[in-house]
C-alpha cells in the first residue's frame, strides 16, 4: 500500500505538477504531484470538486418532484437518481419494495438494465477504448474515439449502436430520452405498449452478440499482457455492493453485502434503510470529497471500493446464462477468489454490459411490462431511503419530509464518493511504481488518467458549455515558480505558455 | 426517405443558463416537417439522428459567446471534444462522416450566450433577454426551413 504518498513530510521543498482536470471523466478532477529534486514521487493526491450544495438544491421541494429534480444532478446517470429518488419516496407513501406492483418493479428494472448498458458502453468503447487498444502511452492524437472508428470500424460502430441501444429502452419505458417520469411515488406511471415492446425486440439479439463480442475482446486484451494488467493501478481492498437474497448479482435491490480482500464476507444482507449504522464518511482538509467507511472496521481498514468490480467479486453467481459463464472465466483471474486488478473494472463492465442485455431480453419476454397495474399506496412515512446499484456502484439517496410532504433533510452518497480512497490509493499506486525518478511526459501522465478512468468516476457537472473545462498541466520548482506549464484547450489545440 | 429538419437543443434546466437551450425548445410551435430533440448533452449515439436529415439546427449555450446569440454553419471537425463526455456538433458531424463514410446533412449552430452556471440558479437577467431574441430568430429559421435562407442568416450575431 502507498499511505506514505498521501502527505509528504516537507512539502514546501517539493516540485508540483498539477493535472487538471482529468480528463474522459465526467465532472472535474484533478491530480497533484509532488517530487523531489530526482523527480522520485513524495506525494499524489486525487482531488475532485464535487457537486456543490445538492441537499439545498433538494430540501425545500415537495418530495413528488424528486424523481424528476435529481435527474438534472447528472448528464450522465440521470436514470439512476430517479430510480434512487423512487424507491425513498416510494416509502414516503407507505410503499416498501416487495410490495410494488410486479409490473412496476420490472419496468423500472428494464429502465435500469437500459441505463447501465448504455452507461457502460460508452465508457469503454467511447473513453477507455482507445487506451485499451491502441496503449497508455500512445500518441495522443490516437487516444480518441475517432482513431478507434478509423483502426477498428466494427468495434467503433457497435458501441455506437450499444449506446443508442440502450438509451432507446430508457425513452421507450420512461416516454422520455430525459427528464422522463417513468417512475413515480409508489410505481410507474406507464407500462409499454405492444409496439414499443415488439421495437426493442427487434435489435434484442444483436445486442446481445455484441455483448458478448466486447467480453471477449477485453479479455484478451487484459490477458494478452496479464503480468501488467495485473499490476497497474492494483489495489487489494474491501468490497460493498447490493447482492439478491440469493447472493446472485443485483443492479435494483437487494441488501448490502461487503467482503474483505481475502473474500471473506463482513457483512451481508443488510437492510439498505439503516445504512447510517455501518457506513460513516470522514472529511479531509485537502479534498471536497468524503471518504466513506465501514464503521466495523474504522477509517484506515474499513474503506471499500464500488461498481463493477465490487460487484463481481461480492456476488456468488449471475442469474443469465452467458454473463455466468462470464464470470466464471473471470474470477479465475483471482484464482476464483477475489480480483484486484483495477484494469479488470473493465472486464467486469462488459460482463455486466452482457448481464443486461439479456437481461432485457427476458424483461421483454414478460407479459407484466404490459400490464396496466401500476400503482400502489400505502400509509405516509416521513423518511425513506433508496439505494440501487448505478453504474459507477452503490448510490444512496436518503430524504425526510415534514406534514406537508416537503423535504426537509436530503443525504446523497453517491459511487464516486465511495470509490474515493481507492481512486487515491491506485493514483499512488502508479505515481510510485510507474512515474517516480522519471521526466514527466503527456503519455506517462496519461497513466494516471487511466487508473483514474478505470474506476469510471462521475465528478459530474452536467454543465457543459462551451469554452469550459481546459487541461492544464504545471510544473512548479521547490521555490514555487511555475517553470513549465502545458494547456489544452476545449478545441484540443495544446499550447506551451510560460 | 428524408426524416423532417431535426432542431436539437442540449443543456440541464436545473443549471442556471445552462437551461437556455431546452427552454428555448419550450418555446417553439410544433410545426409539420420539423422533430425537436433534447438532450443534457452530446454524445456519439447522436450521430445517429443524424441520417436523413435535409438540415439540422444545433442549440446551446456558450460562455464564449460575445453577443446575446451567434448563428453558424458547421463543418465536421476533430477538435478532441469527443475524449469527453460532451461532445461539440461539430465533431458529431465528424463521427457521422466517419460511420457513414459520407457528409453529413447540413447543420447549422446557433449559440446563446449565457453566464452562468450554478446547480439550482434560474436563468441569469441577461440571458432571459438572449434567450427572447434567440427564440425570435430562430422562429424565423423554422418558418423558412430551407438551406438558402438558413445559409443567408449566418453570421447573425445579435449585439
Given at each position: ?26 465532472g ?61 419516496i ?5 410503499v ?5 406492483p ?23 468503447f ?78 434484442i ?90 464503521t ?38 483471482g484464482?476464483?477468489?477475489?480480483v ?16 443486461c442485455?439479456?437481461?432485457?431480453e ?42 406537508n ?8 452518497i ?47 457537472c ?37 | ?19 437556455l437551450?431546452?427552454?428555448l ?5 410544433n ?21 436523413n ?86 422562429q ?10 438558413w445559409s ?8
Amino acid at each position: 500500500m502507498y499511505e506514505n504518498l498521501e502527505t509528504a513530510k516537507s512539502p514546501e521543498k517539493l516540485k508540483r505538477v498539477v493535472v487538471d482536470p482529468v480528463s474522459r471523466v465526467e465532472g472535474h478532477g484533478k491530480v497533484t504531484l509532488l517530487l523531489d529534486e530526482n523527480n522520485k514521487v513524495k506525494q499524489a493526491r486525487l482531488h475532485i470538486v464535487e457537486f456543490r450544495g445538492f441537499e439545498r438544491f433538494i430540501q425545500g421541494r415537495p418530495y413528488w418532484e424528486l424523481p424528476v429534480l435529481v435527474q438534472r444532478l447528472c448528464g450522465i446517470c440521470p436514470v439512476s437518481h430517479h430510480l434512487a429518488a423512487a424507491k425513498a419516496i416510494d416509502q414516503l407513501v407507505g410503499v416498501d419494495p416487495e410490495n410494488l406492483p410486479p409490473a412496476a418493479d420490472k419496468l423500472r428494472r428494464l429502465l435500469h438494465f437500459g441505463q447501465v448498458l448504455q452507461s457502460h458502453a460508452l465508457h469503454f468503447f467511447h473513453l477507455s477504448s482507445p487506451d485499451l487498444l491502441f496503449g497508455f502511452e500512445s500518441e495522443i492524437s490516437q487516444r480518441n474515439i475517432i482513431a478507434v472508428l478509423n483502426e477498428y470500424p466494427d468495434i467503433g460502430l457497435q458501441g455506437v449502436k450499444l449506446r443508442k441501444y440502450g438509451q432507446e429502452v430508457i425513452r421507450r419505458v420512461s416516454g422520455k430520452r430525459i427528464h422522463g417520469t417513468g417512475a413515480i411515488a409508489g410505481g410507474m406511471n406507464k407500462s409499454l405498449t405492444k409496439s414499443e415492446r415488439d421495437y426493442l425486440q427487434k435489435d434484442i439479439k444483436q445486442i446481445i452478440a455484441w455483448a458478448q463480442g466486447s467480453v471477449a475482446l477485453i479479455k484478451k486484451v487484459h490477458c494478452s499482457n496479464l503480468p501488467y494488467y495485473d499490476d497497474f493501478a492494483t489495489i487489494p481492498s474491501n468490497y460493498l455492493g447490493l447482492v439478491k437474497e440469493n447472493g446472485a448479482l443485483e443492479f435494483y435491490h437487494g441488501g448490502i453485502r461487503a467482503k474483505d480482500a481475502k473474500g471473506k464476507i463482513i457483512m451481508d444482507q443488510i437492510d439498505y434503510c439503516n445504512y447510517n449504522d455501518y457506513i460513516h464518511e470522514e472529511v479531509r482538509s485537502w479534498t471536497y470529497m468524503k471518504f466513506p467507511y465501514l464503521t466495523a472496521l474504522g477509517k484506515e481498514e474499513g474503506w471499500y471500493r464500488v461498481g463493477p468490480l465490487a460487484r463481481l467479486n461480492n456476488c456468488d453467481f449471475i442469474d443469465t446464462p452467458l454473463a455466468e459463464q462470464a464470470r466464471v472465466e473471470f474470477k479465475q483471474q483471482g484464482n476464483g477468489v477475489m480480483v484486484h486488478s483495477t484494469l479488470a473494472f473493465h472486464w467486469a463492465r462488459l460482463i455486466e454490459v452482457l448481464h443486461c442485455a439479456e437481461s432485457i431480453e427476458s424483461l421483454l419476454n414478460d407479459a407484466d411490462i404490459m400490464s396496466s397495474d401500476l400503482v400502489t399506496q400505502g400509509e405516509k412515512r416521513f423518511e425513506g431511503v433508496g439505494v440501487i446499484e448505478a453504474p459507477r456502484g452503490t448510490l444512496f439517496h436518503h430524504y425526510e419530509v415534514d406534514e406537508n410532504d416537503i423535504v426537509t433533510k436530503a443525504n446523497l452518497i453517491v459511487s464516486t464518493t465511495s470509490n474515493n480512497r481507492g481512486m487515491n490509493e491506485s493514483v499512488r499506486q502508479v505515481a510510485a511504481e510507474y512515474l517516480s525518478g522519471q521526466e514527466l511526459t503527456e503519455p506517462l501522465l496519461n497513466n494516471l488518467e487511466v487508473a483514474i478512468r478505470a474506476y469510471d468516476p462521475c465528478l459530474s457537472c452536467a454543465t457543459h458549455a462551451v469554452g469550459k473545462m481546459p487541461l492544464q498541466l504545471e510544473l512548479v520548482d521547490a521555490e514555487g515558480q511555475i517553470i513549465d506549464k502545458l494547456i489544452k484547450h476545449n478545441d484540443g489545440q495544446i499550447e506551451r505558455n510560460l | 426517405m428524408s426524416k423532417p429538419i431535426l432542431v436539437f437543443g442540449y443543456g440541464n434546466l436545473s443549471r442556471g443558463d445552462d437551461a437556455l437551450a431546452p427552454l428555448l425548445l419550450e418555446q417553439l410551435e410544433n410545426k409539420e416537417g420539423i422533430e425537436i430533440l433534447n438532450d443534457f448533452q452530446l454524445q456519439i449515439e447522436h450521430a445517429l439522428d443524424l441520417e436523413n436529415r435535409s438540415q439540422v439546427l444545433f442549440i446551446d449555450a456558450s460562455v464564449n459567446c460575445q453577443t446575446a446569440f451567434n448563428f453558424v454553419e458547421l463543418q465536421p471537425i476533430k477538435d478532441k471534444s469527443y475524449t469527453t463526455h460532451a461532445m461539440s456538433p461539430a465533431a458529431l458531424l465528424q463521427v457521422y462522416q466517419t460511420i457513414k463514410h459520407q457528409s453529413p446533412p447540413p447543420c447549422f449552430l446557433l449559440s446563446i450566450q449565457g453566464l452562468s452556471f450554478e446547480l439550482g440558479e434560474g436563468l441569469s437577467s441577461k440571458a432571459a433577454e438572449n434567450l427572447s431574441l434567440a427564440v425570435t430568430f430562430s422562429q424565423q429559421l423554422l418558418d423558412n426551413p430551407n438551406l438558402d435562407f438558413w445559409s443567408q442568416q449566418t453570421g447573425n450575431n445579435l449585439a
